[in-house]
């Protein structure tokens, strides 16, 4: 199931926002300093303590890394369908970017509909611009609805506002219903397929095409048998039918005549008289 194979959460923001700085904290690396800009994707599997009724249960989740670059862009929407959560990442402390960073995250909200969703005002160590939800509402001129929080982060060193706003995501998806994972399941495989037969050569695509042909067209031939057998029943029963009307009917005028007739006198026995 979904939750065994662990639960995709992307994270998204332009280039050079601190995305990767930020999965390589909470995974716990020390070289933070070292990331280099993710060209595409990259995935990092996580075990995370969930709160599960009254216990606890580890979690897996997926952190989906996509490139911000705007050439890059294009591939965030293949991974909404299969993600259950979005972390947006922007520089907080660069406000020359504010107006690039704005449809961008415009976007990013109207295909994520609602799913949770955590926008990170990163690099606060710098003079930022943006400290708090109250100042990112009035820049951005948007009030968040409670499936979308900020947070002021740090990506370069641990701090607790990064630590408390994906304990409220991972804690979020851990307890997402059975619809919403079935949903997400359904749309993994579908995209476990169709890069299975990304990857098929030609020739093979081809032999693919024509067994899926071959198999609609023995549904089809099935399909038809069992609708001419149905009309033949029809036609049968609709004949037994029409004689049991046409005897019916026969009888009704028999009966009908009986009723009506006129006695017809004997011609020898009237000149008697």
């Excluded at 009724?53 to 580890?58: A, D, L, P, V």
């Excluded at 897996?60 to 490139?67: A, Q, R, T």
Aim: glycine fraction near 4%.
């Amino acid at each position: 199931s979904s939750k065994s194979e662990g639960l995709d959460i992307m994270f998204v923001g332009l280039d050079n926002a601190g995305k990767s700085t930020i999965i390589q904290n909470i995974l716990g690396n020390e070289s933070l300093l070292d990331t280099s800009p993710t060209m595409g994707y990259d995935r990092f599997s996580y075990y995370y303590q969930v709160p599960s009724n009254c216990s606890t249960k580890m979690q897996k989740f997926n952190m989906i890394d996509l490139g911000g670059h705007e050439r890059i862009r294009a591939i965030w929407s293949h991974y909404y369908s299969t993600s259950l959560g979005v972390v947006f990442v922007f520089d907080a402390s660069d406000r020359t970017r504010f107006n690039v960073i704005k449809p961008v995250l415009s976007q990013v909200l109207e295909a994520s509909q609602k799913k949770n969703v955590l926008i990170l005002g990163n690099k606060q160590d710098l003079e930022s611009q943006i400290k708090n939800q109250q100042e990112f509402e009035a820049e951005f001129m948007f009030k968040l609805p409670d499936n979308i929080r900020f947070a002021a982060t740090v990506g370069i060193q641990p701090n607790e506002q990064l630590k408390e706003s994906m304990h409220w995501m991972f804690t979020q998806l851990a307890s997402c219903n059975h619809q919403e994972l079935k949903e997400i399941e359904a749309e993994r495989d579908k995209v476990l397929k169709q890069k299975k037969y990304a990857n098929l050569s030609r020739k093979e695509k081809i032999k693919r095409l024509e067994q899926i042909k071959k198999e609609n067209d023995e549904y089809e031939a099935k399909k038809k048998q069992k609708i001419e057998q149905k009309d033949d029943l029809i036609d049968v029963s609709q004949t037994v039918l029409k004689q049991s009307n046409d005897q019916n009917d026969e009888v009704e005028c028999v009966q009908k005549s009986r009723r009506t007739a006129i006695p017809i006198l004997d011609k020898s026995k009237a000149m008697d008289v």
